[in-house]
């Protein structure tokens, strides 16, 4: 069965600096990585995905991948209080699955 | 564009009261549809998902029903509600046939069951 683990934090860190969000997984099969992002009593909304190996770059997010070791991270540069969210990893369904498997998010809080 | 709708937003239920939740997905067709559920601080838990009309797989054994009787409607129902059942209901859907890779959720449910 398909794991993916995120710490849950929550993760503090001050106005403009760079927050760290990381994720394991145990399928070493998974090709592709989503971040979702959710507010508080909000649903979750893709704000980056990952194929391969290295960055990918978006605005002030970059996601790598590390298919190696199992783990895929997300920058965020100069936080922003509008920032807090939990951020959600997720790897989608192969083998002809059609269920994606959740981590259980990461809580960052950016604060002024 | 795609939308997906889900109503109500908000909900309260006494102990033993059913439940409906429905989901509607707009621009697309033979989308796949799932029914998540997240209690407070905690991640996401699949309750149901469906591939095609009619066609329900259940992740989970509970009170807990779900039904398709349109390619974009999806319905998650219980006769009589239980405290557990509290918490934040998602419906989402993915591009099908297959998996699209993304799940697009709809703006969620909220169910407190007192």
């Known amino acids: 069965q398909k794991e993916v683990e995120q710490n849950s934090g929550p993760l503090s860190v001050p106005e403009g600096a760079i927050a760290s969000l990381n994720c394991t997984y145990s399928d070493r099969g998974s090709q592709s990585f989503f971040w979702y992002r959710q507010y508080s009593g909000k649903s979750p909304e893709l704000i980056m995905f990952?194929?391969?190996?290295g960055d990918k770059e978006d605005g002030r997010f970059t996601a790598q991948l590390n298919k190696a070791s199992q783990y895929v991270s997300l920058l965020i540069r100069d936080s922003q209080p509008s920032d807090s969210a939990t951020y959600l990893c997720a790897v989608p369904p192969s083998g002809g699955s059609y269920i994606p498997t959740f981590g259980r998010g990461t809580s960052l809080i950016v604060h002024p | 564009s795609q939308t997906i709708h889900q109503w109500p937003a908000t909900l309260v239920q006494p102990v033993g009261s059913p439940l409906s939740l429905e989901c509607t997905v707009e621009g697309t067709s033979n989308p796949n549809l799932y029914w998540y559920r997240q209690a407070a601080g905690r991640g996401l838990q699949l309750l149901f998902y469906?591939?095609?009309?009619?066609?329900i797989s259940s992740e989970v054994p509970q009170n807990l029903s779900a039904s398709r009787p349109q390619d974009r409607q999806f319905i998650l129902s219980s006769k009589k509600l239980l405290l557990s059942d509290s918490g934040f209901y998602l419906c989402?859907?993915?591009?099908?046939?297959?998996?699209?890779?993304?799940?697009?959720f709809g703006e969620g449910s909220r169910l407190t069951v007192l």
């Open positions: 989402a859907w993915s591009v099908g046939p297959g998996f699209g890779g993304e799940l697009f």
């Open positions: 469906s591939v095609g009309i009619g066609q």
């Open positions: 990952i194929y391969s190996n």
